[in-house]
């Protein structure tokens, strides 16, 4: 396989990893936080968490990202 590909599918594997690990734990421990106490208001930090990822996560993409001037083929291609 290329060097590319396997890059691509092993940042795509640790980052699918690092969120089906730690969304759970973290909406977990928030609804049994938020059922222990009877305030449910507190699952909303989960939810403002999520949202500031991805307002990283754009920051990054606009930052880092590749701009797209004619073909993906033409980006993508070995030299």
């Not at 890059?7 to 049994?32: D, E, M, N, R, W």
Request: glycine share 16%; net charge positive; proline share 1%.
């Amino acid at each position: 396989m290329e060097t590319r590909a396997l890059c691509i599918a092993f940042f795509y594997a640790v980052g699918t990893a690092a969120g089906g690990i730690t969304g759970p734990l973290l909406f977990g421990s928030l609804i049994q936080n938020a059922s222990d106490s009877g305030d449910i208001t507190k699952i909303a930090v989960g939810y403002f968490i999520g949202a500031a990822l991805m307002i990283v996560g754009g920051f990054v993409e606009a930052i880092f990202g590749v701009r797209r001037n004619g073909s993906l083929w033409r980006i993508s291609r070995s030299h």
